[in-house]
Every structure is written in C-alpha cells, then in structure tokens.
C-alpha cells in the first residue's frame, strides 16, 4: 500500500518525543556557537600569532566534514579519561563547527563597522572593553543577524548527524521504527515533513527579522 | 507615396508615458527629419530621457504610436486598423535605431573590437572576418586604432565612450541616439567624445537625437533645440533663436540656472 | 586567503599525513583511506556535475520559463534546501525500495546530494544572473539582440565568473557531505576511518588522518576555483558589470 495512516498515527509519540530531543541538541549547540563564534572571532583578531592559528583552526574544522569531528569527539574524549553520553558529545562537536561559522559571520559584522567608530572610541578614550561593548557590538551584530538565524536553520538541519552515534533525535527514531517494522516510507517521510515545514517557517521569520532590521538602521 | 514630400525619419504621434500615477510623458508629438540633428535640453524629470528610451524600445509606451521611417514602431497595421506590434516587427523596425548610454554599458568580458563585432555577428549573421573589418573600421574612425585588443577595464572614460559609438555605428543604424552621453566622464575627456559625434554629423547622414547638457555643443552643432518640461516640449527652434532669444519664460530661467553654473 | 597561503596550507596537510603515517604502524591505514577517499573523489565529482545541472535549469526556468514550469523551480528549490540532506539520503535510501524502486547507493549518493546542492546552487545562479547591471541588458536591447542572444553571449559569461566564487563554497559543502553516505553504507573515507577504528581503536591518528585527508580535498576545490575565477575574468575587473 501507499501509505498506512494505523502506522503514522503509532510513529508519531515516538517522533513527537525525539524531536524534542532535537530540538534541545538544537538549541544548546546554537546558544554555545554564538558565544564560543565570537571568542573565536575576537581572538582571529587579535594579535599576529593567535590570529593565525585561530584562522588556521576555523579553516580547518569549517574545512573537513561534521560527521568525522562528531565520530572524533565521541571515539576520542574517552580515552582521555572523559566519559560523556553521546548526547553531549555530539553537542559538543556540533558546537564547535558551527562556532567557526559564525565566527566568519562574527567577522564580517566587525570588519563592515567602519574604522571611524574605533578611532572616535580612541579619541574618546574609550577602554577596549567599553568600545566593544557599548559602540562596535551594537553596529555589528543586527546587520549579521539574518546570517546567523540562517545557521541556526542548518545547524537543525544537520542534528540528523547525531543519529550516527544513536542519539535517540528524530531521525534516528524513524530509524528505528523503520527497522522494526521493516517499513521506513511513514516515519521517515515525517520526518522530513516536520524538518520542511519547520526550515520554511524559519526562513520566513528571518526575511522578516531582517526586514524588520533593516528599517530601523540607517543605510 | 509622393517621393519628393518625405516622411520624418522619426515620429511621435500623441505619445504618453507613464509610471503610476505620474505622467512623465504628454501626449508629445514630435517630427525629425532625415538627417536633422535634434539636441533635447530640460530639467531632471522633464521626460527627456524617456523620449530616447521609448524610441529605442527600452520603456513600454502608453498611448500613442511612434513612427520610424514611414512605418509605426510600436504599433503595426492589421486589418486596417493599428494593433501593438509583435515583437518580430518591432525588431525589424527597431534596427533601424542605434543608443549610446550614458554609462557606456560597454562589454566588460569582450574586447573594444570585440564588442563591435558581436552584434554584427550574432544579430547580422555577418561573417566573422567582414565583422572584424567593420569593427576595425569604426574604431580608426573613432580613433581608436590601435586600442582595438583592449578590454573596457584598460581604457578611459572618454574611450569607451568612444568604442560605445562604434559599436552602435557597426549596425549601421540610421537614427542614433545619444542619452547624455558626456555626463559621466570628467571634463577634459568630454572634448574627444564631443568631436566624435561632430564628424559623424558632418561625414554621414545620420538623423541624430541628443540629450545633452552641453549647451555649448548643442548651440554650435543641431540643427534643432527642444526644451522640455514636465513631460512636454515647452519651446524648440533653431539653437540662435532659443539659445540666445528664448520665448518663453521657463526656458529662460532654465538657461540662466545652467549657464550660472559655469 | 590568497592562492599562495592556500598551497602553503596544502603543503602542510600532505606533510602532516605523512608525519602521522609515519608515526609506529599507522602507514597501514593509508591504503584502506586512500580507497575511501578514492570513492568520496568519485561521488563528490558526480554529484558536483548534477548539482550545476540542476542548478542551472531551475534559475534559467525561475527567471525566464513559463509559470508552471517557474512554480516547479521553486518547489524543488524549497523543498530541497528546506529539508535536511541526511534526511533526503535516507529517504531515498530506505523509502523508495517500499515502492519498489531501488537503486545503487551510489546512484543514490549523487543523487541526494546532486539535488540537495543543486537547489542551494539554484539560487546563486539566480543571483549572479539577476545581479548583471540592467545596462547591459539594455545595451543589448539598442544592438537589437533577441533576449537569448543576449543571455547567452552577454549576460552568462559575465554571471559566469560572478558565480565561481559561490560556487566554490557549495563544491566544498558537497564535499564534506560525501561523509553522509557512510550511512547508507558505502564505503567511502568516513565509511573507512570508522571501520578502522571499530578494528584497531587507534582513533586518533585515524581520524587524524582523515581529517587532513578531506582538508586536502578542500583546498585542491578552494586552489582550482581560485585559478577557475582569474582564467575566466581575462581582463574584466572584479565586480565589472554588476550592480
């Protein structure tokens, strides 16, 4: 048969519970990438040595494939004596490779702030601290915020990734409920409904975030 | 058709043009001769830009019809009666009409002689060494010889200018039009592009239609000044008459702004 | 980066792989890797042709096809970046057999990321297309081109070279999605390190090395795409002719 809607209806708690699991895998990788982005983008920054092998660390981790820092972290980490579930450590790794997005995005935001505003902060006397906080961050963050909001789309996307170290997120429910009834066409169409409606909702609250944003600034 | 009453070259019978709820262009009517050379001056806004766009098919035209040569552009005849033209008559009438652009609009990919030798080529279907004799041709006319293997990028403003006349003469149009064609070169390159356009209206028998701010150029080389404001000719004549006795009043204020900025 | 850090960068990475080799019996990875890579190389080139087609077909229709055909470019554009690429994987993997279709997993490797990179590929066609100025289109108009002259012997060359740069950036991205396949069990380098490390545990130097192995991947694409970009620019300016 096409479609067996006995079968969707038994899928869905399962999915319903997983996808809450992806959406907290979601949620913490991103909140970790915005912070650990911008240390990272602050550290590009400063200083010839640091700068360089910062650069050379973004380069390299947004340079090389999620899945392999994932297996890495999660086969790695314990033999340095760190015992972690595999729910953190792909959160970790996810983490990681969407910092060194964002720090790109951290990036252009501060290089599109024009040098006038840190050598009026100079003239000013300003402290760097004060600078960064009070007159470079506030200009430089809502013109990448669209940016940002579109990795926060694909890093939802790729949580799917966890399934590989059995994360039990939504992918890998409809996995399992594939596997056991040895039917995957329900579960897994789903789930990509829930992933498409979600990614197109998303992608419409951006444009109008960045509508919204771009009214209020002066261009 | 009587062959001694000739048809204008050009005609713009009731035109009007507009974009919402302005009118930029009022029911104009219009005739060029062939071989007239035709300066429009006017204001910002004073629709002189549309009159070229329209008539070089680049703006759609809301009432009226123009004329090219004796036959209607916009429009053809169908059962005795106009219909909006299908897009093969508007071509055929439509090469007729060359354009230079104010920002040359040259092809950045192409070099100058390649860039007068594509249209030839790829509309014309002319051979590919008859096209690069014509381009090489019109590049010398334009003197530009020796800068026929240059890409737009390594010549100046006033240069490429200069390859976009060519390029259009390759056509072998018999109207040009040049929309301000000096506007955005710098002054001291203005003067080569200036001279180009003066030895084609003495060596040829083009009808040329121009808008310019060059009142100096225009007093000394058409044969015909028209002055228009929002959206209609508000004066035209001979350049002695209206350049140095206008009539009417607007005119007047409108060459004393633009001379007191010299 | 220019072109000279990047082969810097290259150099570097193949050092570091032979360093790692090196290191006590860890040369006897290299050729289960090697044929890994060997097959990511094959599903990423592929897949990378597929992507430009699809790419290209579904900007020319957006821009210039008539409605319907227009509203099936932008299904497939939506659909596709709106959903997740391991997801599409999967799907074609393990829910097409119900209907009685099944392919190769290769066959379904190029073609999930064919698709999925296309639709992203989709829209910076678009954009370089749309973004060529309007004097150009117009200059074309005054040497009375028909409008698919003027595409094809003004517009795309120079959106053409806008595109290279962009482009460049979803080859690597389908590059590093390769990976994804190892979950549909072909046996490409992700596939291979994994396999390793089940056997042997030496995680490390393992995934170590294929992680150079990929950034070696990942900068031929950067390195090719740069020389790509000055070939064709053949004495434009960067940013000539668009808005």
Known sequence: MIWSWNYTFEALPIIAKASIVTIEATLLSFVIALVLGLVLAILRMSGPTVGWVTSAFVEFIRSTPALIQIFFLFFVLPKAGIVLDAFTAGIIALSVHYACYCSEVYRAGLEAVPRGQWEACTALNLSSWNTFKNIILPQAIPPIVPALGNYLVALFKETPLLSAIAVLEMVQAAKSLGTENFRYTEPMTIVGVIFLVISLVSAAGIRWLEQRLNRRSVR | ?262 | MGIISLSAMLVAALIGIAIVAGIGENAVFIPGLLQGAWLTVQIAVVGCILAVVMATIAALLRLYGPAPLRWLAVTYVEFFRGTSALVQLFWLFYVLPDFGISMEPFTVAVLGLGLNVGAYGAEVVRGAIQGIQRGQWEATTALNMTRWQALRRIILPQAFVAMIPPWGNLFIELLKSTALVSLITMTDLTFRAKTLNDYSFKTIPIFTLALLMYLVLSLIVTIGMRRLEKVSMRGMVRGQGRT
């Open chain 2, 1 to 262: 058709m009587n062959a001694t009453t000739e048809h204008p070259m050009v005609r713009f019978e009731g035109v009007t043009k507009r974009y919402g709820a302005l009118t930029v262009l009022d029911d104009l009517n219009l005739e060029i001769k062939r071989g007239e050379k035709v300066a429009i001056i006017g204001p910002s806004g004073s629709g002189k830009t549309t009159v070229l766009r329209m008539l070089m098919t680049l703006e759609r035209i809301d009432g009226g019809v123009i004329w090219v040569d004796g036959e209607p552009m916009t429009h053809m005849q169908k059962n005795g009666g106009m219909v909006p033209a299908e897009a093969k008559h508007l071509r055929r009438v439509r090469s007729k009409i060359g354009m230079v652009f104010q920002h040359f609009n040259l092809f950045p990919h192409m070099t100058a002689l390649g860039n007068c030798m594509e249209a030839p080529m790829t509309v014309l279907g002319l051979p590919r060494r008859e096209a690069e004799e014509r381009a090489a041709d019109l590049l010398n006319l334009v003197g530009l010889g020796e800068k026929k293997g240059h890409y737009p990028a390594q010549l100046s403003g006033g240069q490429q200018q200069r390859v976009a006349i060519a390029r259009a003469l390759a056509m072998r149009p018999k109207v040009m039009l040049f929309d301000e064609v000096t506007s955005a070169l710098d002054p001291e390159l203005c003067g080569e592009v200036l001279q180009v356009i003066r030895k084609l209206g003495s060596e040829h028998d083009l009808t040329m239609l121009m808008v310019t701010h060059q009142m100096g150029f225009a007093k000394e080389f058409a044969d015909r000044v028209c002055f228009f404001y929002q959206g209609k000719i508000c004066e035209q004549g001979v350049p002695k008459e209206l350049f140095v006795a206008p009539k009417n009043e607007r005119t007047q204020q409108f060459l004393r702004a633009v001379l007191e900025a010299v």
